[in-house]
Antibody
């Protein structure tokens, strides 16, 4: 059974870097059939796609976050990672790791999600 | 970015009611549309993909339709387990976007 587990600090100071890791179990992140990515949800608000990655390292980012985001993959550890620079209170959200079937290039619609992790930006 | 507009934002209904949620895209997305169900404190679950394909986990009272810019999610007979928030999402472009969500509440 596929499981995705997010991990990382629950609190980050303003202007610092948010770093999260997603560990995949029950399936290989090197599968050619899927994209992997991050989605966030501010408390009480809707969903926002942050970015996606293919096991080969090809990445796709939300244009509104592109200047601050890096997503990477470590196939040896079956993990993907998220780094978001220069955070502000507006980046406070539940961050989800997710998997999407590959149907066309860059198309991302998650069929499996992690449980999510709340990251609060506060001094 | 392609903008996704859902209506209504909140819907009050009773068990057994037929419920319809609408999602409109700011430009044509063919049938590259997904619907998700989210319950409080939980991750969203994929409900429908490619506009009308139902995920195995969900019962047939859920259905999706539409193409181009207008889409609907229908629950034929609302059950207690269906009270949740529903989101549409387009995946036509290199920048997927979600609708604002529709909260289905108990009337």
């Amino acid at each position: 059974q596929l499981q995705l587990q997010e991990s990382g600090p629950g609190q980050v100071k303003p202007s610092e870097t948010l770093s999260l890791t997603c560990t995949v179990s029950g399936g290989s992140i090197s599968s050619s059939s899927y994209y992997w990515g991050w989605i966030r949800q501010p408390p009480g608000k809707g969903l926002e796609w942050i970015g996606s990655i293919y096991y080969s390292g090809n990445t796709y980012y939300n244009p509104s976050l592109k200047s601050r985001v890096t997503i990477s993959v470590d196939t040896s550890k079956n993990q993907i990672s998220l780094k978001l620079n220069s955070v502000t209170a507006a980046d406070t959200a539940v961050y989800y790791c997710a998997r999407s079937p590959l149907v066309v290039i860059a198309a991302f619609y998650p069929d499996h999600w992690g449980q999510g992790t709340l990251v609060t930006v506060s001094s | 970015d392609i903008q996704m507009t859902q209506s209504p934002s909140t819907l009050s209904a009773s068990v057994g009611d037929r419920v319809t949620i609408t999602c409109r895209a700011s430009q044509s997305i063919s049938t590259w549309l997904a619907w998700y169900q989210q319950k409080p404190g939980k991750a969203p679950k994929l409900l429908i993909y490619k506009a009308s394909n139902l995920e195995n986990e969900f019962p047939s009272r859920f259905s999706g339709s539409g193409s181009g810019t207008e889409f609907t999610l229908t629950i034929s007979s609302l059950q207690p387990d269906d009270f949740a928030t529903y989101y549409c999402q387009q995946y036509d472009s290199y920048s997927p976007t979600f609708g604002g969500g529709t909260k289905v509440e108990i009337k």
